[in-house]
């Protein structure tokens, strides 16, 4: 892991809002303006998300970015076999054209978005699963290095999906 700079909780979070936009159309302006009120009052995804977390953007190796865990939500528990990994869930849904075209993006898809302690002992994805599930169905898109944020907390393990 590379670190490139500081930067400020503001700019990770527009990063966020973008993504969130961007990922579907089941995301509308008013839903996000839900979740940017979620955020706020950390209730929801971000119950337990802690407020003194330093913000840098970093540059991962292909392997350090395929090990990054899963949020603990249900749904990403179930799809990896428990294992919270991307590559374990690739393997379970299979490769289709859909991700294809999402890890063959990587260059103009916006930041994952990654937690951790300061010890590091884990990478856990705040946000971006699904372009970190085309990377595992598709990893000969991953660059040598590919920048994302980092969050470091020494509360992390306070909130509620790490």
Known sequence: MRTIRNVTEAE???????AELAASSRWTDAEVDERKR??????????G????VDWERVALTADEVLGILYIDW?????????????????????????????????DT?????????PARSRLVLLEGHVRLTAY???????????ELYLGTSPTIA???EF
């Open 12 to 18: 990770v979070l527009d990063c966020f809002w973008r």
């Open 109 to 117: 898809n916006p930041e994952l978005i990654v937690v951790t302690d």
């Open 49 to 52: 998300f802690p407020r003194d």
């Open 38 to 47: 979620t955020w706020r009052e950390r209730i929801g995804l971000f119950h």
């Open 74 to 106: 249900d749904w990403w528990v179930r799809v990896s076999k428990g294992t919270r990994l991307a590559t374990v869930a690739a393997e379970v849904q299979g490769r289709d054209d859909g991700d294809r075209a999402i890890a063959a993006a990587v």
């Open 158 to 160: 306070d909130w509620s």
């Open 136 to 146: 595992a169905a598709f990893p000969e898109y991953l660059p040598a290095e590919l």
